[in-house]
């Protein structure tokens, strides 16, 4: 018997401290590696985009592949390679945990439009207001605290 499955994963991370360090003509040069990334772990990407201090990534995740596996590499090898290329001087690593939501495959082309329009979406709201928004939406408990 064959696995079907049909998973879209919305990850969102920020930088530590949340620190405004990812400068926008940078971006995409991330956004490059991040899909080879996922390529490599057979991973499906639909989107990914950000802002200065937090970036999104809308992506089907393959079978065999953990979710927190699957994030944890994201952020060590884009780490490495941002500091290895010296691409954003000011960044101090990524922040310690991500969210992650499953949306219906409807939500697709909303979603993407959504990670497509960051810079516009992030002049209304804030990196720690949309993250709430996120959690608040999908029912996720969370802790202030750690929003800030």
Not at 40 to 52: A, P, S
Request: proline letters at 3%; one cysteine or more.
């Amino acid at each position: 018997m064959s696995t079907y499955l049909q998973i879209h994963y919305h990850i969102v991370f920020g930088t530590k401290y949340r620190i405004p360090c990812l400068e926008k003509n940078q971006r995409v040069t991330l956004f490059k590696y991040i899909w080879g990334v996922l390529n490599n772990n057979k991973c499906h990407l639909y989107r990914i985009n950000g802002v200065e201090d937090h970036i999104h990534i809308l992506t089907h995740i393959h079978p065999t592949v953990a979710l927190s596996s699957l994030v944890k590499d994201i952020k060590l090898a884009s780490n490495s390679f941002i500091k290895k290329e010296n691409l954003f001087p000011a960044f101090k690593g990524w922040q310690e945990g991500y969210g992650a939501f499953t949306h219906h495959i409807n939500d697709k082309d909303r979603l993407i439009r959504y990670i497509k329009n960051q810079v516009e979406h992030h002049k209304h709201i804030s990196w720690p207001e949309e993250l709430k928004a996120l959690l608040e939406e999908h029912g996720i408990p969370y802790k202030a605290k750690y929003l800030l």
